[in-house]
C-alpha cells in the first residue's frame, strides 16, 4: 500500500502509518495557509493600486 509516495506497512506498524498521515495533513494545512495569506497580500496590494 503506498500513500503519496510514501511506503506503509499496514501490517507492521500502524503508528508509523499514523505518524506520516499527521505529518502529511499537517503540510497540506502549512500550505494551505500560506497560500492564503499570499492571497490576502496580493488582494490588499490590488486594492491599495485602484
Do not use: D, P, W
Not at 19 to 27: E, F, P, Q, R
Request: charged share 15%; proline share 0%.
Amino acid at each position: 500500500m503506498k500513500v503519496s509516495g510514501v511506503s506503509v506497512q499496514v501490517s507492521g506498524s500502524s503508528t508509523k502509518f499514523n505518524y506520516n498521515k499527521h505529518l502529511l495533513c499537517l503540510g497540506a494545512l502549512v500550505a494551505i495557509l500560506s497560500g492564503l495569506s499570499r492571497l490576502g497580500r496580493y488582494c490588499q496590494v490590488e486594492l491599495e493600486r485602484q
